[in-house]
Structure formats: C-alpha cells, structure tokens
C-alpha cells in the first residue's frame, strides 16, 4: 500500500512540474509570434535596480508595483511580452494587464529565457 501512495505522489509531482515546462514553452512560442508583429513591446515588471543589472534590448521597465498607473502607456501596443527574474511577476503583471482589458499578452518568463529566444532569432537571420 505505501508503495502504490508512493507511485501516485511521484507521478503527481512530475505531472506538476512537467505542466509549468509545458506552460512555459508555449508561452515562449507565443512570444515568439508577437516578435514578428510591428506592434509589440517588450515590458520587464523588475525593479530598477534589477533592471539596471541586465535586460532585453528595446524592452521597458515598468516595475510591477507601477504597472496600473503606467497603463496608458502601453496602450498603442497591439502585443505585450512580460518578463521578470522568473516569470512569477510577470504572472501576475499579465492578470493585472488582462484586468485593464488588453487582450494580447504574454508572460514569457525570465529576461534571461527570452534573451536566448532573441539570440536564436537574431542568429537565423
């Protein structure tokens, strides 16, 4: 009996995490899209500070705790890509936006993670 609880608790530990792998790719391949589009901003929800230590190219900061008041803002962009440290801010970042009624956004996790999709593209050109 402990063996099979066993079995079920991994399998739904794995499950768990292999879901937010899944998510977090397909956010990443949506974001790949909006990249195409002419309208599309690249919005980091980090503090300055943390913004200050490294970004993405051509991306904003709009700190997380200042995002409501920027709203306006962001306005003229048909596709937002959010980013943070982990993806944790811009989750929320995204729900926030989502809320205002802007129906084109994505979380595509950390700067870093979107860095490398930016590379790979720059590099296939």
């Known amino acids: 009996m402990k063996r099979i609880l ?3 608790m991994f ?3 794995f499950s768990f995490f292999a879901s937010g792998l899944r998510a977090q790719s ?24 943390e913004y ?4 993405n190219e051509g991306s ?3 700190p997380l705790s200042e995002l409501k008041s920027e ?4 306005k003229p962009y048909r596709n937002l890509i959010l980013v943070c440290r982990s993806g944790k801010r811009a989750g929320m970042a995204k729900r926030e936006l989502e809320k205002e009624g802007f129906r084109h956004v994505c ?8 860095e490398k999709l930016l590379k790979g593209r720059a590099a296939s050109k």
């Open 6 to 8: 066993l079995i079920i």
């Open 11 to 13: 399998a739904s530990i």
């Open 26 to 49: 397909d956010s990443l391949a949506v974001a790949g899209r909006m990249l195409a589009s002419s309208s599309c901003l690249i919005v980091d929800v980090r503090t300055p500070e």
């Open 52 to 55: 200050a230590g490294g970004h």
């Open 60 to 62: 904003v900061n709009i």
């Open 71 to 74: 709203t306006a803002r962001l």
């Open 107 to 114: 979380n595509a996790g950390g700067w870093e993670t979107l």
